[in-house]
């Protein structure tokens, strides 16, 4: 759980760990990039934002498919 604990580099992104949490949790459940993009609208966050910082979580989905049709 280090990620949680530098809590502050990601202050402007999400507002609580609790909040952080849930996004971290949401984001490595989706299945597709679609998902993705539903997930980052949810908490206001842009692909680019999202990218910049969370560059680990970002690399980790980024060969998710575009949508959940094509991954069965």
Same mark, same amino acid.
């Given at each position: 759980?280090?990620?949680?604990?530098?809590?502050?580099?990601?202050?402007?992104? +999400?507002?609580?760990?609790?909040? +952080?949490?849930?996004f971290y949790?949401?984001?490595?459940?989706?299945?597709?990039?679609?998902?993705?993009?539903?997930?980052?609208?949810?908490?206001? +966050?842009?692909?680019?934002?999202?990218?910049?910082?969370?560059p680990d979580?970002?690399?980790?989905?980024?060969? +998710?498919?575009?949508?959940t049709s094509?991954?069965?």
């Open positions: 759980m280090d990620h949680f604990m530098d809590e502050n580099c990601h202050s402007d992104l +999400l507002h609580s760990s609790r909040e +952080l949490s849930s949790l949401e984001i490595k459940a989706a299945k597709s990039q679609v998902e993705i993009v539903k997930i980052l609208y949810g908490y206001n +966050l842009s692909e680019e934002a999202f990218a910049k910082g969370f979580l970002a690399k980790a989905v980024q060969d +998710l498919p575009d949508d094509h991954a069965a």
